[in-house]
């Protein structure tokens, strides 16, 4: 019989779907432009180094929350970012978590009553994060961050920049850790074993599509719901992601990452998962003037997110 341990992860990725704009190195300019070169360089060259994760971005703002007083905003803001090569073109997508964590927080205030807010965030410490930001925004006017993040499922206004056949996923598999298992893999569990330490890659579900198909499937989508719905939510969502993305290099990748998310639902529902094909049909529905099946359509899509929305109260 063989030994088998099973170590579980001390940081696991949150329950959250990622919206990110990858911008090639012309868009960035002086002096941050050659930063990033020679940081993409160190990333895809022969002696590459492993490029940022996800989970380590969620580790260190982990570590920040858990410090006492929180530390709600990094006093520095990230020097890292995702890279990406393709047609001969490298891509980066800045973290720029000290922006992210500023909007987060401006969200979590939305949420949380004043009572629970000042259990997690004291309110000196969001005093002190808001005037931070306040400073931030008046010397940097055109900010804007290359990651949107929402937690417990995918919003329809995303799934509208996306075609199915953009649609990339790759099962959970066991790979080889020689340097061993110290409880932080990037999966859920890694299995010790006399043959060394096997650590299971969690399934990945993504789509990219060229800035330029995105901006067209917002501009479409958004001139069919405004003739078919009344101003709400939807159209109001639509419309704000169709600004967000006009802010970039239109030679830009979007991409759309279930990142955490892929740990709520099974490695079968991601398989069968069809939302950017609903999307699609309920957009396609409206057009003909077909509300009835419009509405399946988006039903469908509501419903299947809906389930995975309330695994966040299970206890």
Known sequence: MRDVTVLRTSVRPPYAAHLRVYEPLAAFREPE??????YAAERLGPSAV????????????????????????????????????????????????????????????????????DAVVPQVVRQQAEADWDRWRAQNPDGRPWILTSTWHVPVRWLLLFGPEEREFAPAHWQQDPAGADGE????????????VKRRIAPVMRYRTPM???????????????????DGPMVAGVEQVGRWLEEFHPRSLVELDYGGLVNAISEEGLAEDSSVQDVADGIAALRAGDGAAAGRSYRAVTERWRRIQELQYAN
């Open 33 to 38: 432009r050659s930063y990033w070169q020679g």
């Open 50 to 117: 492993a490029g940022a994760t996800a989970l380590e971005e969620g580790r260190q703002r982990l570590a920040d929350l858990i410090a006492v007083p929180p530390v709600a905003v990094p006093e520095q803001e990230s020097r890292d970012a995702f890279v990406h090569a393709a047609g001969g073109v490298t891509y980066l997508c800045p973290w720029r978590t000290r922006l992210r964590s500023w909007m987060a927080l401006e969200e979590l205030q939305e949420l949380l009553p004043p009572t629970l807010l």
């Open 185 to 196: 893999a990037p999966d859920a569990v890694a299995e010790g074993q006399s043959g060394g």
């Open 212 to 230: 330029a198909q995105a901006r067209r499937r917002v501009a479409r989508g958004y001139r069919v719901l405004r003739e078919a719905l009344d």
